[in-house]
């Protein structure tokens, strides 16, 4: 079995498709496919030590999931099945998408409310990412002047998601055992 899980929300395709791109910079013993919450297990999750979370951001700064229109469930169903695991010993990284432009005042919002869910259950959090760079007004997931994990923007900044993905996979290597 893989050593990192890999499991994402979405809603137009765009957060499997960085997922991929991830999954591709690795051969399957050290990571295994994405997979989609919709049809993950809280014993999917709780099978590895290591995982990397991705979300869009929807609306107003929400979770993808049925309250927010999305065509299947996602994080917002899923996060109840596993509210009474325990997540400590466990390292988890997050990554997110927003529109910096078409939704300045909740820029990749999403980020802290998997940051909160998985910390509250003894997790450890990696991967902070610098603000620099980006055009927001304002975001819930920047916390000491850092986002709590990778940001990226396929609306505005697409020519800069493989440099950011690369850059973040090195910044998390030594906490995940990477080879990088």
Same mark, same amino acid.
């Given at each position: /079995?893989?050593?990192?899980? $890999?499991?994402? @929300?979405?809603?137009?395709?765009?957060?499997? #498709?960085?997922?991929? /791109?991830? #999954? #591709?910079?690795?051969?399957? &013993?050290? /990571? %295994?496919?994405?997979?989609?919450?919709?049809?993950?297990?809280?014993? !999917?999750?709780?099978? +590895? &030590? +290591?995982?990397?979370? @991705?979300?869009?951001?929807?609306?107003?700064?929400? $979770?993808?999931?049925?309250?927010?229109?999305? &065509?299947?469930?996602?994080?917002?169903?899923?996060?109840?099945?596993?509210?009474?695991?325990?997540?400590?010993?466990?390292?988890?990284?997050?990554?997110?998408? @927003?529109?910096? %432009?078409? +939704?300045?005042?909740?820029?990749? =919002?999403?980020?802290?409310?998997?940051?909160?869910?998985?910390?509250?259950?003894? %997790?450890?959090?990696?991967? %902070?990412?610098?603000?620099?760079? +980006?055009?927001?007004?304002?975001?819930?997931?920047?916390?000491?002047?850092?986002?709590?994990?990778?940001?990226? =923007?396929? =609306?505005?900044?697409?020519?800069?998601?493989?440099?950011?993905?690369?850059?973040?996979?090195? $910044?998390?290597?030594? !906490?995940?055992?990477?080879?990088?």
């Amino acid at each position: /079995m893989a050593r990192i899980g $890999l499991f994402f @929300g979405s809603n137009t395709g765009n957060t499997r #498709k960085v997922a991929k /791109m991830i #999954k #591709k910079r690795f051969d399957d &013993d050290t /990571m %295994a496919d994405p997979l989609n919450v919709n049809r993950a297990s809280a014993e !999917d999750f709780a099978a +590895y &030590d +290591y995982l990397i979370l @991705g979300t869009p951001t929807l609306g107003e700064g929400a $979770l993808p999931g049925l309250s927010v229109e999305t &065509d299947a469930e996602s994080w917002e169903e899923f996060l109840p099945k596993i509210d009474d695991l325990n997540f400590a010993g466990k390292t988890i990284a997050l990554f997110g998408l @927003g529109d910096q %432009a078409g +939704y300045p005042n909740e820029f990749v =919002d999403a980020l802290i409310e998997l940051h909160d869910f998985f910390s509250a259950r003894g %997790a450890r959090i990696v991967g %902070a990412w610098p603000i620099a760079g +980006y055009d927001f007004n304002t975001s819930q997931a920047v916390v000491d002047d850092q986002f709590v994990g990778l940001a990226l =923007d396929l =609306d505005n900044q697409a020519d800069q998601t493989a440099q950011r993905l690369d850059a973040w996979l090195k $910044l998390i290597a030594a !906490d995940f055992q990477l080879p990088l």
